[in-house]
């Protein structure tokens, strides 16, 4: 009987270990599905939502007497969910680490280690792949490795000195301007960018400058011309004495001669895939993106989509933060496979255009480019959203485009003159489409000129000399933030989006048509965060910081040692804003109305989301109204009311009409006379479509 019994319990436990199973923690849930399903029936693959521990938000929980150590705590929220991987990783026969492939999926995969007293010192449970298809997946389960410290350093490193601005300086403000403020490394560099070039803007003097636009033509066909010089030499126009003296030499109904007709072969190259930071910028001038719907759609691009049949659930992007311009010879080779069967022999690269790095990037993944070229975005285009189609397409058309040949142009400079005035037209055609067959919105658009060589005559069709003005620098577009961001070394492109979105929601930039311009309440922030504490302003101490995280994560440099030699000065500076900065009052104005509750004035109030309008009774009348700004424009939709400006919670601005609800009109860029009642505004092209038409209709 004791035999029997013994027996059981053997083949119990036998049963019990067999049906153990490896698990699998990555960040997102769509990302596990995936995974799961390349990895089958030995695996379960489950999501830790994101981080699962965190510095406290209630208090700065970095130990700066001991060595800045940090105070790491359970996020609230996720309590469920810790129990729930603890329980997974007790019954599992392994636990695998595969959240993403940088500094951040690596503090996560430290953190989880910590949560479920992984073996840090010898376990090999970190699992990291650039793609999420079946081939990258099961091979990176091949190479398992141990966390790596350096990269944990290096995140633990820029949090903690981000708590450390962030926690001492917002305190300060709070007590010496507003409550609800914030300043931040990043921020107040992006915030500074912003504010300098407003200032620019400002101080611009512009100068007077004039040009002569002509048309000429040759037989039937007209072709557009620009003043050159005269006798030979190139000449400035500054004013309209110049010009006149020019025209007086002009015999406007004689013919003019070509001069000079000089033909050449141009060639355009490719431009390399996507970076992080180039995709962001590239999206926002070509879809309108803003870099947060960018960022948001190509993580759903990475982590999978569920393209039906056989294929089921697949990442259809490389990984999606990278400053680096590398392919894999894998991708290579399938895209000129790819090119040769779609497009042709002639379209191929023998020897793709390869980019330097930017100075400071970190190389560590290859650009973001399809998993698979043959996926075509038509072929795909019913499986996706909108979004992910359109940015899918992006990155899909770059990168085939970046394996290509260049498009070769035959251009044209054509000379005219006249008594020793010169005017010249340039004109140009594609002779091969190379990689815009690819990318057509990479395409120049042709100019082509008559057929015209030297000693013909062409006949002055009109001229127009006009005066112009020198514009001053264009406010930043968010695609030019981010260009101005990388350029100066600042932050990383993975960090721009957050870093926007901030100085957004704290109200101290808004956005008209497409552009930052800073608030008062920015300028005011801003300008006390230079006076006291200049460096957390200065770009080339935030860029400095930025590369010495940079030597944390190479193993050059020790987090702590980053960390103390930024923060004891910072500390000396805190003391000195402590005591020295005096109190900003911000008064109240007068509104110019009374109050329909009670009848007492009204008055403009500063709040942390800009200016309102509050009755100057409160808090015995708790009276408050939103400050709209006409435009000076008629609703488009009902021809009533005005359009005014809004801000929607999230502090984006808006366009509606003042007669809401009444009238439902609105508008996300600033309406002009063309806009229609959709809200949309024609193109450039098509308004001077619609007034030809109206010309003729009403001729």
């Not at 956005?511 to 920015?522: A, N, Q, S």
Request: charged fraction near 30%; proline fraction near 4%.
């Amino acid at each position: 009987m004791a035999e029997k019994t013994a027996a059981k319990k053997t083949t119990k436990k036998r049963a019990t270990a067999k049906a153990k199973k490896n698990l699998v923690i990555v960040e997102s849930p769509s990302k596990a599905k995936t995974i799961e399903k390349y990895l089958g029936t030995n695996y379960k693959v489950v999501a830790s939502i994101g981080h699962i521990r965190d510095l406290p938000k209630s208090q700065m929980g970095v130990d700066i007497e001991n060595d800045y150590e940090p105070r790491y705590i359970n996020i609230r929220g996720k309590g469920d969910i810790i129990k729930g991987l603890k329980k997974e990783a007790k019954a599992a026969k392994r636990v695998y680490l595969a959240s993403d492939p940088d500094r951040e999926g690596e503090a996560i995969a430290w953190h989880l280690s910590h949560i479920l007293d992984l073996d840090l010192e010898s376990g090999e449970n970190r699992v990291v792949f650039n793609e999420i298809t079946k081939d990258a997946v099961k091979e990176a389960f091949k190479h398992p490795r141990q966390i790596k410290m350096n990269l944990v350093d290096a995140q633990q490193a820029r949090r903690i000195l981000d708590r450390l601005v962030g926690y001492s300086i917002s305190p300060i403000l709070w007590k010496k301007v507003k409550k609800g403020l914030s300043a931040g490394r990043v921020q107040s560099v992006a915030l500074g960018l912003v504010i300098d070039r407003e200032k620019e803007i400002q101080a611009f003097e512009p100068d007077e400058y004039w040009t002569i636009d002509t048309e000429f033509k040759k037989g039937a066909k007209k072709f557009k011309a620009n003043f050159y010089g005269v006798d030979g030499e190139k000449l400035e126009l500054p004013d309209n004495e110049t010009v006149q003296s020019v025209m007086k030499r002009l015999q406007i109904k004689d013919d003019f001669a070509i001069s000079d007709v000089t033909a050449k072969e141009r060639k355009r190259n490719p431009q390399p895939p996507f970076t992080t930071s180039t995709m962001q910028q590239t999206a926002n001038t070509q879809l309108n993106f803003r870099t947060r719907k960018t960022m948001m759609a190509a993580q759903q691009l990475y982590e999978g989509i569920n393209l039906g049949g056989k294929e089921g659930t697949v990442g259809l992007i490389t990984y999606m933060r990278t400053d680096s311009t590398r392919i894999s010879d894998t991708a290579k080779n399938e895209a000129s496979l790819f090119i040769h069967e779609e497009y042709g022999d002639e379209y191929a690269a023998l020897k793709p255009v390869e980019s330097k790095l930017q100075e400071g990037a970190q190389d560590a993944h290859e650009a973001i480019r399809p998993t698979s070229v043959f996926r075509t975005p038509a072929s795909l285009k019913d499986k996706l959203t909108s979004d992910q189609f359109r940015l899918y397409q992006l990155i899909w058309s770059r990168f085939v485009a970046s394996q290509m040949t260049p498009e070769i142009l035959d251009t044209m400079r054509v000379t005219i003159e006249q008594n020793g005035v010169q005017f010249r037209a340039n004109g140009s055609k594609t002779k091969f489409p190379g990689f815009t067959k690819a990318y057509p919105a990479a395409k120049e658009k042709d100019n082509v000129l008559p057929d015209l060589t030297v000693g013909d005559a062409v006949a002055l069709v009109n001229s127009n000399p006009e005066q112009h003005f020198t514009q001053p620098p264009a406010r930043y577009t968010e695609a030019a933030l981010v260009k101005a961001l990388e350029e100066n070394g600042v932050g990383r492109p993975s960090t721009y989006a957050a870093t926007i979105e901030v100085i957004q929601k704290r109200n101290y930039v808004r956005i008209d048509t497409k552009k930052f311009v800073p608030t008062e309440l920015g300028e005011m922030v801003q300008d006390t965060v230079r006076q006291f504490f200049p460096e957390i302003a200065n770009i080339k101490f935030t860029a400095k910081v930025e590369d010495e995280l940079d030597q944390v994560e190479n193993g050059q440099e020790n987090w702590v040692q980053v960390i103390d030699d930024f923060f004891k000065p910072f500390s000396k500076e805190l003391e000195k804003a402590e005591t020295e900065m005096e109190r900003i009052v911000i008064k109240d104005e007068l509104a110019g109305y009374n109050c329909e509750v009670c009848g007492a004035p009204m008055l403009v109030k500063m709040g942390r989301y800009g200016k309102f309008h509050a009755c100057s009774r409160f808090p015995d009348c708790r009276n408050t109204k939103t400050i709209v700004e006409e435009i000076g424009l008629t609703c488009p939709k009902c021809g009533i009311g005005q359009v005014v400006e809004r801000k929607t919670k999230r502090g984006r601005t808006f366009y509606g009409c003042s007669r809401y609800p009444d009238c439902d009109f609105v508008a996300w860029d600033k309406p002009n006379e063309h806009t229609l009642a959709d809200g949309t505004t024609p193109k450039v092209e098509d308004q001077a479509d619609s007034a030809k038409e109206a010309a003729v209709t009403e001729a």
